[in-house]
């Protein structure tokens, strides 16, 4: 693995016995050292070059739920709303402003072009700069209903949903039983591919340490050159240096380790959902 040297140098010759020998020990303890790093981190298989948002995928995402799942967990969670207004004798419905599906959209993708990790990188935005709307989902009741109401009937079917969980929780990486997955930020390959994109980032004109950070440093609502200079400097420096292939492929491995000490729990996860979905 690159950037781990546990190489013995060259030793002067003629030193004495004494000498040899700490230098030999000091050398010993520097590869322990190193060893220690490299078997910390986890192997990760070939590292695909990656251009495009469309070929981002982690092992987690076997355990997300499909995006008709998620419209479906939304729908659900409303009309369970609109029944709890019933029972007190409201006559509201909770309704969902835009539409779902349109919202919803392709999480995974979302996630590829708008990362906590990597940062912004979406080829069909970048001419708009670090831009990104959503839209606002407006739901609530169809007429005005005491607050009161509105709370208890949300903490009532916030109980009956799926983990306990308000729906909007399903559109991201699953985090069963509160247990969160890592984001190897300081794993040396990442810091190595990071280093890269910043140097290249540089040598555009923009400083910068950090990819997550870089389109909320120029304001992640900016349309102005600035923020559309950035964001095509950011792109092809991502491209250039392959810096998302390579966190995705670090970021496999990671994701496999919390996999496997965790199956259980992620099994019970996705099975929540179908069986959820399955009475409603």
């Not at 981190?41 to 070939?46: A, K, L, N, Q, R």
């Not at 999480?107 to 906590?116: I, L």
């Not at 591919?193 to 870089?214: I, N």
């Amino acid at each position: 693995m690159s950037g781990l040297d546990g190489g013995w140098g060259r030793l002067l010759t003629g030193c004495v016995l004494v000498v040899c020998l700490l230098s030999v020990a000091g050398c010993a303890q520097a590869t322990d050292v190193a060893g220690a790093v490299a078997r910390s981190e986890p192997s990760i298989g070939p590292v695909e070059t990656i251009t495009d948002p469309s070929q981002v995928s982690r092992p987690l995402d076997a355990y997300r739920p499909a995006p008709s799942q998620v419209v479906a967990l939304a729908q659900a969670q409303a009309r369970l709303m609109t029944e709890c207004y019933e029972q007190h004798g409201s006559s509201a419905v909770f309704e969902n402003g835009v539409s779902l599906i349109e919202f919803i959209g392709d999480p995974v993708r979302r996630d590829a072009e708008w990362s906590s990790f990597w940062g912004f990188f979406s080829p069909t935005e970048v001419a708009h700069g670090y831009h990104r709307s959503l839209g606002a989902l407006e739901s609530g009741p169809s007429v005005p209903v005491p607050e009161s109401v509105t709370d208890e009937c949300m903490e009532s079917v916030a109980q009956q949903m799926p983990l306990g969980q308000d729906w909007t929780a399903f559109m991201y990486p699953p985090q069963p039983d509160g247990l969160t997955p890592v984001t190897p930020r300081s794993d040396s390959r990442v810091v190595s591919v990071v280093e890269k994109w910043a140097q290249c980032m540089a040598a555009a004109g923009f400083v910068v340490s950090d990819p997550a950070k870089s389109m909320t440093d120029a304001g992640q609502n900016s349309s102005s050159d600035d923020g559309a200079a950035r964001a095509a400097a950011d792109l092809r420096c991502k491209r250039d240096t392959n810096l998302v292939g390579v966190e995705v492929a670090v970021l496999a491995a990671y994701d496999q380790q919390f996999i496997e000490a965790n199956r259980g729990a992620l099994e019970r996860y996705r099975e929540s959902i179908r069986d959820f979905l399955k009475t409603r």
